[in-house]
């Protein structure tokens, strides 16, 4: 898998927009952007996932630079439960043998009332 | 639709006991994988398994752990004579088949305390 590059930790105000950013500059072609979340404790949770497109869910939007070295994670009004740490992981597709999720250290969010 | 159902929830062996972890994956889910987390520290991959198949078990220890999916019931990780070291949260995740990107669904875990 390639390797991600996020900060390790951050801080956002309960209310506000909050926008995670991933470095991916050696993504492939056919590999996918997946966030995840893990709250203390729990098991991670799945977000979002795109290609080359940005992609919205009722959790968040992704978005993704057109060259595909990066991407933004927005959680667009954040409330205290979503503090948690955040991986951005590329992953080949479903068809590969191995195409596990490999986790990094992930950002972690810390929302603030 | 239930989600990745671990059981047990919390695990408690004495030292040199078996340990047996169980996943039932999503409904229409035939990849399974497992992931070991140590306390305070990062999620690691273990193994991923196909019904019936090991399709890629390079995080998993050489000795003492196994894993199996067989073709009815849940998948089982399996650690023989348990030590200290192996105290962390194991966790299970599956996924469909198919082309395209899709996400794997994790489940809540199982905590295993070796004492």
């Known amino acids: 898998d390639a390797k991600t590059t996020q900060p390790p930790s951050m801080d956002c105000a309960e209310g506000r927009a909050a926008n995670l950013p991933c470095n991916h500059s050696?993504?492939?072609?056919?590999?996918?952007v997946y966030w995840y979340r893990q709250i203390h404790s729990q098991g991670p949770q799945y977000i979002i996932h795109?290609?080359?497109n940005n992609e919205t869910n009722e959790m968040a939007s992704l978005i993704i630079t057109e060259d595909r070295k990066s991407s933004t994670l927005i959680l667009p009004h954040a409330t205290l439960r979503d503090t948690a740490v955040y991986y951005c992981?590329?992953?080949?597709?479903?068809?590969?043998?191995?195409?596990?999720?490999?986790f990094g250290g992930g950002t972690r969010l810390m929302v603030k009332p | 639709n239930a989600g990745v159902m671990q059981n047990p929830r919390h695990l408690v062996r004495r030292r040199g006991q078996e340990a047996r972890l169980r996943c039932s994956p999503m409904?229409?889910?035939?990849?399974v994988y497992w992931y070991r987390q140590l306390p305070e520290e990062g999620l690691k991959f273990m193994v991923y398994l196909q019904k019936e198949n090991i399709i890629d078990e390079s995080g998993m220890p050489k000795e003492r752990f196994s894993a199996e999916f067989p073709k009815e019931g849940p998948s089982i990780l399996r650690i023989q004579q348990v030590v200290r070291g192996d105290s962390a949260a194991y966790f299970c995740?599956?996924?469909?088949?198919?082309?395209?990107?899709?996400?794997?669904?994790f489940g809540q875990g199982t905590r295993l305390t070796v004492v």
């Open positions: 050696t993504i492939s072609g056919n590999e996918y």
């Open positions: 995740a599956s996924s469909p088949r198919g082309r395209g990107g899709g996400g794997a669904f």
């Open positions: 992981i590329v992953r080949g597709s479903m068809d590969n043998a191995g195409n596990m999720l490999t």
């Open positions: 409904k229409g889910h035939s990849h």
């Open positions: 795109g290609l080359k």
